[in-house]
């Protein structure tokens, strides 16, 4: 397909362990942004990738929070030691400018921390 | 910060009525602004966009409003059908600061009776 792919769809976790989300992002999108969406909320900014340049991360709300991304391709959102505040659907999104324009969101992975 | 939770604004209209949803933004700073249609256990579907240097501008079937005055935004659906029932977003961007950066409101809930 030739949307946004993102892995797993559902993720239940144990207080403590360490999970990590996946994004594909659609085939030459330079850019590349993580949102989390609690229930019933709009999207909270996490973090942003464009091409090259060192990531936005203003969006992070603690250092358990972490992100990769290999050049244009994969991202990784990291969390360690979860919280059940964690627990969200979080959203990646893919974008061919750096700009917002044309972001195309993948469906999510809903995790669970229990 | 927004903590509205489950309960999100409404707006129920029949199927061929205008619909107009409504959208205060925080940020005098912000120059770019774009709805998302949500429907449930998907990504948000970018619907359609506006820069800070309009006041309006038209899409099909869908038509933003934006009033910098008040800090305002609206989305207007001509002709509501049934498959617009979801949850609607407005999302605003500094592009001085962040491209990457979108603030999300808390959302809309837009049902279309048959």
């Known amino acids: 397909g030739a949307g946004v792919s993102q892995s797993p769809s559902n993720k239940v976790t144990e207080k403590g362990k360490d999970v990590e989300l996946r994004c594909d992002p659609i085939?030459?999108?330079?850019?590349l942004y993580w949102y989390r969406q609690r229930l019933g909320q709009g999207l909270e900014f996490l973090i942003y990738?464009?091409?090259?340049?060192?990531?936005?991360k203003s969006g992070l709300p603690s250092d358990r929070f972490s992100a990769e991304r290999t050049g244009e391709s994969v991202s990784t959102l990291t969390i360690q030691r979860t919280q059940q505040e964690d627990s969200a659907v979080y959203l990646c999104?893919?974008?061919?400018?750096?700009?917002?324009?044309?972001?195309?969101f993948g469906q999510g992975t809903r995790l669970t921390v229990v | 910060g927004e903590s509205v939770g489950l309960h999100l604004p409404t707006l129920s209209v029949q199927e061929g009525d205008n619909s107009i949803i409504n959208c205060a933004y925080s940020?005098?700073?912000?120059?770019?602004f774009i709805w998302y249609k949500q429907e449930s256990g998907k990504g948000p579907q970018f619907i359609i966009d506006?820069?800070?240097?309009?006041d309006k501008r038209q899409g099909q079937r869908v038509t933003v409003l934006l009033n910098k005055t008040v800090k305002h935004l609206s989305l207007q659906i001509a002709a509501t059908q049934p498959g617009d029932s979801a949850v609607y977003f407005c999302?605003?961007?500094?592009?001085?600061?962040?491209?990457?950066?979108?603030?999300f409101g808390q959302g809309t809930i837009l049902t279309v009776h048959p």
């Open positions: 999104a893919s974008s061919p400018r750096p700009d917002n324009t044309e972001a195309f």
């Open positions: 940020n005098s700073a912000s120059d770019y």
């Open positions: 506006i820069r800070s240097n309009m």
């Open positions: 990738f464009q091409g090259n340049s060192a990531p936005d």
């Open positions: 085939s030459g999108h330079t850019a």
């Open positions: 999302a605003e961007n500094n592009r001085g600061t962040s491209y990457g950066k979108l603030t």
